[in-house]
């Protein structure tokens, strides 16, 4: 897979997609909680942010915040995972939210019997307003320079425009030789049917169920999961190309979960970073399974996982302690 050479761009990875404040009650429920732990999260933002905070790559976002405290906390939170912010779009605030709001994330994990639960309170976003004009796209992948382009279903189906600005996102990025990966992340609440329309500009493909359904896409690759519990999930990941065919990564089955939401997002940044290594497919979906295995253990939609973590657990390291 041909990467644009690094010295030649600003960005190794850009994602494109909105980044909303998660609130999580910890072990309680949100209607009952009186207090909230604060992150950042979003499906096309986690595989950014953890290519920069855990692999170490130069990682940019593009989305749209409005410029109020709540949006500054979000950008907060980006800039403590290393991501590179001068693509944000900030709209102005109205001093009520009439024109546009930040994404709100109310994420219970689940426990045992009790599955994990997300309420999002994104309507009318900043992010779900963004058209294709917002962004002068020949000028990020073409001057600016970028190796990699990460977006996604999710964003995709916010709204007619935010799935116009995917489309315009892509087909530049393969005009300047960007490689693109698109992760389906299908929700039945948000399906649009956009993904035909996106699937030529596409390089790897992760999310889907079948991998080998697309014989003309260079990489397809996606997680197994079985769910015993909220807390204990049996957990793969498969892959394909025309190269290798199938490939499966190491099963864990009856993996302790503390927090599975963004574990797929994990998933598709050990894949990438695997990829852009230059690893085997055999290897990248290694990374991206133990990648996606440690994000289950700590809070938040982002991974507190690091490299040397992932590549050991990839490599079968186990969980005895390390002193």
Known sequence: MPLRDADSCRFDVVSLGEVMLRLDPGEGRV????TFRVSEGGGEYNVA???????????GVVTALV?????RLVEDCMLTGGVDTSLVRWAPFDGIGRSA??????????????RALGVSDRGHSAASQMSPAD???DHLFGVLGVRWFHT????ASLSPSAGACVLAAVSSARRHGTIVSYDVNYRPSLDNGLIDEVLPFVDVLIGVRDVGKF??????????RRVVSASRNDFGAVAWSPETGVVRATERPGLDVLDRVGSGDSFASGLIYGLMSGCPLATAVEYGAAHGALAMTTPGDTSMATAAEVIALAAG???????
């Open 31 to 34: 209607r009952t909680t009186r």
């Open 49 to 59: 942010r953890a290519l920069s905070r855990v692999f170490g790559l130069r990682a």
């Open 67 to 71: 410029d109020n405290e709540v949006g």
């Open 101 to 114: 709001r930040n994404g709100l994330n109310f994420t219970e994990r689940g426990y045992g019997v009790r």
């Open 135 to 137: 962004v002068d796209w």
């Open 152 to 155: 996604g279903g999710i964003f």
């Open 215 to 224: 014989p003309d896409m260079p990489v397809v690759a996606t997680t197994s």
């Open 317 to 323: 390291a186990g969980s005895a302690i390390v002193r």
